[in-house]
């Protein structure tokens, strides 16, 4: 088993910063792809940024240029650092994983979720 934990949300306003933190914990062999996805009220989840183990990232063309995602490998935790945010990111945010268990069993975990909101 895997857990994520997501931390960092909250209220902030248009224009302002917001960083997230993920960390993952339990029977832990490795990690590959660590992600981050969105989910406002009436729409459907999506996906925001990915980073690989090797650092390689992608994010969504909303995104784009405001946010950054990160990881640092000896703690299992994945950032997702969001500046000029807009009520369009509105949102809870999960945090997801690609890991190997100590029995090398491949899972695909999910946090519980942080919501995120800013004002106009």
């Known amino acids: 088993q895997v857990q994520l934990v997501e931390s960092g949300g909250g209220l902030v306003q248009a224009g302002g910063s917001l960083r997230l933190s993920c960390a993952a914990s339990?029977?832990?062999?490795?990690?590959?792809?660590m992600a981050w996805y969105r989910q406002a009220p009436g729409k459907q989840r999506e996906l925001v940024a990915t980073?690989?183990?090797?650092?390689?990232?992608n994010y969504a063309d909303s995104v784009k240029g405001r946010f950054s995602i990160s990881r640092d490998n000896a703690k299992n935790t994945v950032y997702l650092q969001m500046n000029s945010l807009n009520p369009e990111d509105t949102a809870v945010y999960y945090c997801?994983?690609?890991?190997?268990?100590?029995?090398?069993?491949?899972?695909?975990?999910w946090g519980q979720g942080t919501q995120v909101t800013v004002s106009s």
């Open positions: 339990g029977s832990i062999f490795s990690i590959n792809t």
């Open positions: 997801n994983a690609e890991a190997i268990t100590t029995a090398r069993v491949w899972l695909h975990s």
């Open positions: 980073i690989t183990s090797g650092g390689s990232t």
